[in-house]
């Protein structure tokens, strides 16, 4: 499926369960199955670049991820 720049999506799976993260602390965690996120960036290859922000907005992780590893919760009205 192609997503779109603030698409909300959903982790179902971790076709690679450790890998780089950036985030607001110092060691951000891993993504997990299950966590909601949203599109912040479409990098090519049916690779993307999600965000899972806490309610007040600080960056809890950023990370790429192939579209086989997302699916669409919503897609905001343009």
């Known amino acids: ?9 959903r982790i179902e799976r971790l076709l690679e369960p450790e890998r ?3 985030g607001s602390v110092a060691t951000p965690p ?3 199955v ?12 049916d690779v993307y670049l999600v965000e899972r922000a806490t309610d007040d ?10 579209d086989s590893e997302l699916s669409l919760v919503r897609r905001p009205i343009r």
């Open 20 to 22: 780089d993260v950036d």
């Open 1 to 9: 499926m192609a997503f779109e720049v603030f698409d909300v999506v």
């Open 34 to 45: 299950g966590e909601l996120g949203t599109i912040v960036e479409a990098l090519g290859d």
């Open 57 to 66: 907005g600080l960056t809890m992780w950023v990370a790429e991820f192939l």
């Open 30 to 32: 891993q993504p997990r």
